[in-house]
């Protein structure tokens, strides 16, 4: 099983900084692409930022300048640093990870999904 959890949530002021850090756990043989999506009151969840193993990075376009997302491959770990915030970026985040795992029929992928994250920034 694996399981990703992540931390960081909070309650900042606009123009204030977060981070977010999201841990995979379990029986990992590998991860490929890493990522942070978020879901805001009444819309659908979008996409935040993703980045490849080989640190590859894509972002939107309205958290281009503003947001930096990492990995630590050793960790299993994906951060979000999160600079300027906005009223608007105040949603639930969810970080994602394509995790390979070592099957008895061989090596397997499989996308999972943590929890989400609240992140709250006030006007």
């Known amino acids: 099983q694996v399981q990703l959890v992540e931390s960081g949530r909070g309650l900042v002021q606009a123009g204030g900084s977060l981070r977010l850090s999201c841990v995979a756990s379990?029986?990992?043989?590998?991860?490929?692409?890493m990522g942070w999506y978020r879901q805001a009151p009444g819309k659908q969840r979008e996409l935040v930022a993703t980045?490849?193993?080989?640190?590859?990075?894509n972002y939107a376009d309205s958290v281009k300048g503003r947001f930096t997302i990492s990995r630590d491959n050793a960790k299993n770990t994906v951060y979000l640093q999160m600079n300027s915030l906005k009223p608007e970026d105040t949603a639930v985040y969810y970080c994602?990870?394509?995790?390979?795992?070592?099957?008895?029929?061989?090596?397997?992928?499989?996308?999972?999904w943590g929890r989400g994250t609240l992140v709250n920034v006030s006007s």
């Open positions: 994602n990870a394509d995790v390979i795992v070592d099957t008895r029929t061989g090596l397997t992928g499989m996308d999972h």
């Open positions: 379990g029986s990992i043989f590998s991860i490929n692409d």
């Open positions: 980045i490849t193993r080989r640190d590859s990075t």
